[in-house]
């Protein structure tokens, strides 16, 4: 079997034939390593490759060297790798990140070339049968000049599942494109930013329980299990224990949530179940326990036996699995003449020491990661946590925020010194629960992620995100500007517009009253203008229908519903009729129209009033607009006396067919 591993130095590569101990060198390096190959085995060479220091190597992987947390209501987490120029300059079709962990899942980029094209697939790592991970994530191709030329697609409410566990974009982005516009640096490398966010992890199990089981003789000896499930890098599943009474019926059940995976560390834990049979569903709200070092936690009851299990005993439980933290706890001696350090170790199997101290009446707590010379050169380590002080009814957080701390490979670490605010007499009080009876303080570092990231040094690929950032900023305050500068201008139209308006409104309002005593004496109801105006009570766009009641109300305000839905010109007939048998209405209809030759007169001169006046310039848009809807208002007064009963009748019509809408 041939294994061919690929080796870039300085750029360049070198393939190693294991089986035939053939080498290829494709440019100079080290000669004494040079001279060395051919007598070395495999495992010789790749370590000789790791331990020389005078040159670089370079695989193909795209290298996670930043990150960034907002704590936002979405809960995003910013990942930024660096793609190398070996994968796009030269023939090699596939390129993968390292496992990296986000909102307690075990995710993978990757990205493919396919015709000239680059693929790009966000996978989750930690998926099983059952399982269902929905997220919404995005991928962001950096460009070094600006941030508006930048290549990105988002996907929003995505679901991971077993059977579909990759998703991402075919053709996101031509390598032609990627070449010539401004995304790689002097290296040839390519910036790429994934954002994840909005991410739900829901476990969901078929199972069956029959009513009455089989009489056996120890009811603790009848479980159920469920599956298997990740999460938080754990490895989880479920337990139902039913108990039955006296006549072998189940009278309630207990379900448990276990921890597969071996720890010597606590976690803590946020979920909820939701029981479904039909329509009947039960939630069990949210739950937060402790799982032990044996993986065990706290049962949940349920009662609801013959809802749940009804006849035939099949029902449906789904787990939401909404937090895990880690928890490592650690025992104090605050009160002793000397600090007593205590050694412990994080989920990586990293060593930490802490102790505990009174100084000026203050109670301090001294954290120090010891592994830290174990970092690897060149990464840093970025970690988030939070320290608790428990007591007997609860734990008190040192910190309000969680702390997020950057650690470099170094001989040793100098240490996080925390000044609490918990009173010291409290602290030393025998009823306030802090200390046991030997006088041990019990301290929780509750640690909420940790990522090893490249380039621990800041370098110019963070001067590209500290530029679009400025962009966007400068981008902002223009369209705030613009926004202002606009504002500004509308407030002067309306401080320059008031006059008119007040003008023009005192005239219409007078042509309204004019129009409203035509209508009410010729007995056909209300004003014009109410009609426009929906009454409250009656109006409701959402009900097809018309009620009994109300259409025996119009029938019995307006009269039969068929003379009102009468012809056009019926309506018109009427009308015209109307306003000719009564001598009132003629009069109020012709005061109108001398109310509309005042509108008439607006454009000529005005020594009283500047602003009209002013409208009757050819330079001034108002004035000539104002004098275009005199003109329309005049011909549309000329047709008024044969239009207001029409309109009246349609009017009511309409409300007749369905008096409920707008």
Not at 370 to 399: E, H, K, T, W
């Amino acid at each position: 079997m041939f294994v061919i591993l690929f080796y870039y130095f300085l750029n360049k590569s070198v393939i190693v034939d294991n089986k035939n101990h053939n080498y290829q060198i494709n440019s100079k390096f080290n000669n004494n390593l040079l001279t060395k190959l051919i007598n070395f085995n495999y495992n010789e060479i790749l370590f000789q490759l790791k331990i020389n220091t005078s040159n670089k190597i370079i695989i193909k992987m795209a290298q996670l060297f930043r990150f960034l947390y907002t704590d936002d209501r979405s809960r995003s987490e910013v990942f930024t790798f660096m793609i190398p120029s070996s994968f796009i300059l030269d023939l090699d079709t596939e390129l993968k990140s390292r496992d990296f962990t986000s909102s307690n899942q075990k995710w993978s980029l990757s990205f493919h070339k396919n015709n000239g094209h680059l693929n790009t697939f966000l996978t989750l790592k930690t998926v099983h049968e059952g399982m269902m991970v929905t997220a919404d994530f995005g991928i962001t191709l950096i460009n070094r000049e600006h941030f508006t030329r930048n290549e990105t697609f988002n996907e929003k409410n995505t679901k991971f599942t077993f059977d579909n566990a990759s998703h991402g974009r075919k053709s996101f982005v031509s390598i032609e494109a990627l070449c010539t516009l401004d995304f790689m640096d002097e290296r040839g490398n390519i910036q790429c930013e994934l954002e994840v966010k909005n991410v739900n992890t829901a476990f969901t199990y078929d199972t069956q329980i029959p009513p009455t089981p089989t009489y056996i003789r120890n009811s603790s000896e009848l479980k159920y299990t469920s599956g298997t499930f990740s999460f938080g890098n754990y490895e989880w599943n479920m337990c139902i224990q039913p108990k039955l009474d006296s006549m072998g019926s189940i009278t309630f059940l207990k379900f448990y949530l276990c921890r597969l995976s071996s720890l010597d560390h606590l976690c803590r834990i946020s979920y909820r179940y939701k029981f479904i049979n039909g329509g009947f569903v039960h939630d069990s709200g949210v739950i937060e326990q402790y799982s032990d070092i044996n993986g065990a936690s706290n049962s949940y009851r349920m009662d609801k036996i013959k809802e749940l299990l009804q006849i035939t005993g099949k029902f449906v439980i789904r787990i939401d699995l909404l937090k895990i933290n880690s928890v490592f706890p650690i025992f104090l001696y605050p009160l002793s003449p000397q600090p007593q350090p205590v050694h412990f170790y994080d989920r990586d199997r990293q060593a930490w020491m802490m102790e505990s101290c009174i100084e000026d009446n203050c109670f301090i707590l001294r954290l120090f990661y010891i592994d830290i010379n174990n970092i690897p050169s060149g990464y840093v380590r970025v970690m988030s946590f939070n320290i608790l002080v428990r007591n007997q009814n609860s734990a008190v957080y040192v910190f309000k925020k969680p702390v997020i701390k950057y650690y470099y490979k170094r001989e040793s670490d100098d240490g996080l010194e925390i000044t609490t605010t918990i009173d010291v007499n409290e602290i030393m009080s025998e009823n306030s629960g802090y200390l046991d009876q030997d006088g041990c303080l019990t301290i929780e570092m509750e640690l909420y992620y940790s990522h090893l990231l490249h380039q621990p040094e800041y370098s110019h690929l963070d001067d590209i995100i500290r530029k679009q950032k400025l962009q966007m900023h400068r981008e902002i305050q223009t369209l705030q500007q613009e926004n202002y500068s606009l504002e500004k201008q509308l407030h002067a139209v309306q401080g320059a517009n008031a006059p008119i308006n007040q003008a023009q409104g005192a005239r219409t309002k007078s042509f309204e009253n004019a129009s409203a005593s035509s209508t009410s004496s010729s007995g056909v109801g209300t004003s014009i203008s109410s009609l426009n105006t929906p009454n409250p009570n009656l109006v409701n766009p959402n009900t097809q229908g018309t009620p009994n009641v109300v259409k025996k109300y119009y029938e019995q305000k307006y009269g039969s519903t068929t003379n009102m839905a009468g012809s056009t010109n019926g309506s018109m007939a009427n009308g015209q009729n109307l306003i000719d048998k009564n001598p009132q209405m003629q009069q109020k209809m012709g005061n109108a129209r001398n109310a509309s030759g005042i509108f008439n007169q607006v454009p000529g001169a005005n020594a009283n009033n500047p602003a009209l006046n002013n409208m009757n310039n050819s330079d001034n848009p108002l004035g000539a607009g104002l004098s275009s809807l005199s003109s329309t208002f005049s011909s549309g007064i000329a047709n008024l006396k044969l239009t207001a009963s029409n309109f009246q009748a349609n009017k009511f019509t309409s409300k007749l067919m369905n008096p409920f809408s707008s």
